[in-house]
């Protein structure tokens, strides 16, 4: 019989948490002066009283908008854009198909009706998908402020003739107004096991929320700074969660589409 090899399955997730701490640490110091620039815009926007919108075109990537979205300790502000489309709960070959094909995300956002008082958000660990590229060039062209999240390592890598790039080859990074690097490596998953060809275990996850979430943190703090506290969800699951919701819910029903 042909000798099998003996993994250490705990070596090889203490390595994976090394790598996900390594990634975040990243982020935090290296993105500092970018996330402070996205938070102040964001703070501006919620004080105005007007909304954030986020979206993340790709099958996990819708992942982000979530992650931010309507969450305990989350901002009320923020409104994610999910689209039908790309979700993978309608198909996972269907949603890769759907973030390739060019002016799908111009559609998106033309739907969204967004403008020149507007901000939006677009989160892709890639940065280069069709979806992606297109909505980032609508938005643009309707003069929303841009801030983009997504890997400047993973984009600059990856082939110009590559299945998912936008015809025009652009990266996020390269349109947005404020880009803030999410670190992610090329390929995502982090973790060579002994005997296998492929790498397991992805990063882009962990990478997009806690980017956005230090992006939640400083624009807090820069509201709080200013004598404003932001309405904040409350896990409805938390006592008084509900009754603490309540109090502002009628200020975002009808403009949040999502709510």
Known sequence: MPDHPVIDADALCEGYLASTQSLM???????????????????????????????????HSNL??????????????????????????????????????????????????L??????????????????IDA???AKRRGAFLIGVSSREHASKTSQDHPARHPTRQNLHDIVDVAIDC??????????????????????????????????IRTVAKLVERGIEPPVWRSGNAPGGDEANGRFIANFQGRVRAL
Do not use: W
Request: glycine residues 10%; negative net charge.
């Open 25 to 59: 640490r990243r982020v935090l110091e290296e993105e500092k002066a970018s996330l402070d620039q996205a938070a102040a815009r964001l703070a501006g926007q919620i004080a105005a009283d007007r909304l954030v919108h986020i979206y993340g075109p790709g099958g």
């Open 115 to 132: 403008g020149d008082t507007d901000l939006l958000i677009l989160v892709n660990a890639y940065g280069i998908n069709a979806a992606l």
């Open 136 to 138: 980032a060039l609508e």
């Open 183 to 216: 670190k992610v490596p090329i390929g995502d998953a982090v973790v060579k096991v002994p005997g296998m060809g492929e790498n397991i275990a992805a990063i882009s996850t962990f990478a997009n929320a806690f980017t956005l979430n230090c992006l939640v």
């Open 64 to 113: 982000a908008s979530q992650e931010v979205f309507f969450r305990a300790g989350g901002l009320m502000h923020i409104s994610a854009i999910l689209d039908e489309g790309t979700l993978l709960s309608n198909g996972a070959l269907r949603s890769m198909a759907i973030e390739r094909t060019p002016g799908y995300g111009k559609v998106v956002i033309a739907n969204q009706r």
